[in-house]
Nanobody, 127 residues
Framework: QVQLVESGGGTVQAGGSLRLSCTASGRTFTTLAMGWFRQAPGKEREIVAAISWEGGTTHYADFVKGRFTIYRDNTRNTVYLQMYSLTPEDTAVYYC????????????????????WGQGTQVTVSS
C-alpha cells in the first residue's frame, strides 16, 4: 500500500502563488509515476500535471500555460506542484496521485491509470 498526504493548500489572492507538496509513505520503494489532479464543485476531475519516476518526463494541462511546475525529490518521497499567477478559475480541491510502473520514464495522463490517491487539499483563489 502507498499512502499520499498533500499539504500546502490555502487561500490566496489572484496573482499569488502556492506550492503544494505530496509525501508518499508505505511501499515507497515502488517505482511510482505521479500526478496532480483537481476537481471543482460540480465538475469532473481533471489532470493538472504529471511526472515520471525519474523526473525527466512531464505532462501539463493546457490551462497551466507555463504557470505551474511539477517536480519531485525521491530522496524525500515527495512531489511538488509550484503554482504562480493563480486565478479564481484555479479554485478547486487538488489531489495527488501515484501509479506503480515498471518504467522509470512513464507518465500517466489519465486518472483511471492511477491506483493511489491523497485526500486532497483545497486551493481557493480570491479576486
Amino acid at each position: 500500500q502507498v499512502q499520499l498526504v498533500e499539504s500546502g493548500g490555502g487561500t490566496v489572492q489572484a496573482g499569488g502563488s502556492l506550492r503544494l507538496s505530496c509525501t508518499a509513505s508505505g511501499r515507497t520503494f515502488t517505482t511510482l509515476a505521479m500526478g496532480w489532479f483537481r476537481q471543482a464543485p460540480g465538475k469532473e476531475r481533471e489532470i493538472v500535471a504529471a511526472i515520471s519516476w525519474e523526473g525527466g518526463t512531464t505532462h501539463y494541462a493546457d490551462f497551466v500555460k507555463g504557470r505551474f511546475t511539477i517536480y519531485r525529490d525521491n530522496t524525500r518521497n515527495t512531489v511538488y506542484l509550484q503554482m504562480y499567477s493563480l486565478t479564481p478559475e484555479d479554485t478547486a480541491v487538488y489531489y495527488c496521485a501515484a501509479e506503480p510502473s515498471t518504467s522509470t520514464s512513464y507518465v500517466a495522463r489519465m486518472s483511471h491509470e492511477y491506483d493511489y490517491w491523497g485526500q486532497g487539499t483545497q486551493v481557493t483563489v480570491s479576486s
